[in-house]
């Protein structure tokens, strides 16, 4: 397969990249494969009617479209598991083999195969992606026996494992190593020994591992954590792929592509950082203080869900009072107009009747439902995982990996949910936000981005 034309749009949230990935998809005289992190999204952008997250028919059989959306006559289609085998990804495979336009979600996209890659390469499709994609992951086997799907742990749907290792998925691979039947070349790729008398079939536990060892999908970091990799067939097999972002130089994405030689144009444009300072009053004084320091509300800081340790606990106690006080004495909004994020872990702990809706997964992107909320807390100090920083400086030593400004895009992306993304329809004044973020490091990361430092 030859390299496919990359382009990066990348602009602030709130600058018209969807509706400029919009047109691409519009202009294209390819079909078009066009991929979203939520499903209503998938729907929404593309203009397919749907009920339920299910994309529904006329009486007449034919698929229903809103006709306000100029997309409406590119007639997208929404893998389903309406077939034999239930299963979304073949719904996709048919899809393309017919050259339909599509719209899905980089979940979906992960569990493609090198199989329907081909068949992409050979309809020449256009891949869209509204929001850089997750190109590693944890690997959970259990996850992935059980639901007999590709599933990877997601930070949206799973406690974090950022400074874990270890995991039931880790052991079993290592005990795989220890007897032979998988080997590890230098650059931590995993393998299934073909010599081994150890085969195993459909329906045991280790055949999915198998299978994307053969696929070549998984890495062992630091010899302790395997991750799984987006296989780079599947984005080697698009005659041109758009990304529509921001930061993405910064971005896990960035890196992926950079190890696989993958070359991209980034095109900039949209409102400098300065033109947010205005709108966003940033809390300051006392309230702060339970965020001193480089680590302080860092993960390791706040985790545990059994025996958590006295301080994690006081830490907690601290942020539920401060949050408390900030959405009922320096906001007085109402709980549908507040906006707040921690790491699950410590979410209960944390949460009060000011907070009970409205919480959103800290690593949330690529969606409008909150939009209306003009108090916003950011209860979380962000650093990458340490194991994934290890396996991508291994395989790529030339290039530093920048965990500040990593932080940083992925904060911003949490807070362009809010009100500071702006309304067409209300005017700029509609933007003002009051924003508590505790972490001194990551409170100082985004004063130093309203103050133009990183442009």
């Known amino acids: 397969m030859s390299k496919p034309k990359i382009t990066v749009l990348d602009a602030i949230m709130g600058n018209s990249k969807t509706q400029r990935l919009k047109q691409i998809m519009l202009d294209s005289a390819n079909p078009v494969l066009y ?44 893998p389903n598991t309406r077939n034999k085998k239930h299963s979304k990804v073949d719904s996709l495979e048919y899809m393309v083999e017919n050259g339909y336009n599509i ?5 979906l996209f992960s569990m493609l195969t090198p199989s329907i890659a081909n068949k992409f390469s050979s309809m020449g499709y256009t891949l869209v992606v509204d929001e850089s994609l997750n190109c590693w992951n944890n690997l959970n086997l259990y996850d992935f026996y059980e639901s ?23 052991k079993e691979v290592m005990g795989l190593i220890a007897t032979g039947s998988i080997v590890v070349d230098p650059t931590g790729l995993l393998h299934w020994d073909t010599e081994v008398d ?4 459909v329906g045991m536990l280790h055949y999915d591992l198998k299978i994307l060892c053969d696929m070549k999908q998984l890495y062992l970091s630091n010899g302790k954590v395997v991750f799984w990799e987006l296989t780079a067939e599947l984005m080697k097999s698009f005659k041109s792929i758009y990304i529509g ?47 001193d320091g480089k680590f302080a509300l860092s993960y390791s800081k706040l985790e545990g869900k059994t025996k958590v340790k006295d301080s994690v606990k006081e830490t907690r106690a601290t942020l539920k009072k401060n949050l408390d006080n900030f959405f009922k004495n320096r906001c007085k909004t109402h709980k549908d107009f507040n906006l707040w994020t921690t790491y699950i872990d ?22 409008n439902q909150y939009r209306n909320c003009t108090s916003v807390a950011y209860l979380v100090n962000n650093f990458p995982n340490t194991f994934l920083v290890a396996m991508i400086t291994k395989r790529n030593s030339k290039r530093k990996f920048d965990q500040d400004m990593w932080a940083l895009s992925e904060m911003l992306q949490m807070l362009f949910r809010s009100a500071i993304r702006g309304d067409k329809d209300k005017g700029d004044e509609s933007r003002h936000i009051k924003l508590y973020i505790p972490s001194e490091r990551m409170r100082k990361l985004l004063e130093n981005w309203l103050d133009g430092e990183y442009e």
């Open 346 to 367: 410590a979410k209960t702990s944390v949460m009060n009747s000011r907070c009970n809706v409205n919480f959103v997964p800290y690593n949330i992107k690529a969606t």
């Open 245 to 291: 972002t921001y930061m993405f130089e910064y971005s896990v994405m960035s890196h992926y592509m950079d190890v696989h030689g993958l070359e991209y144009e980034i095109a900039k444009f949209g409102n400098s950082p300065k033109f947010y300072k205005q709108y966003i009053d940033i809390m300051q004084g006392k309230i702060n203080n339970v965020g």
């Open 198 to 201: 150890y085969v195993p079939t």
């Open 148 to 170: 007999s799907e590709h599933k990877v742990v997601s930070e949206n749907e799973k406690s974090e494992q950022k400074s874990q290792s270890g995991s039931k998925t880790d």
């Open 35 to 78: 991929i979203t992190p939520l499903l209503s999204e998938s729907m929404t952008v593309v203009g397919v009617v749907n009920e339920d997250g299910v994309q529904i028919k006329s009486d007449d059989g034919e698929y229903l479209y809103d006709t306000d959306n100029p997309l409406h006559i590119k007639r997208f289609k929404i």
């Open 103 to 107: 719209s899905s979600t980089h979940k």
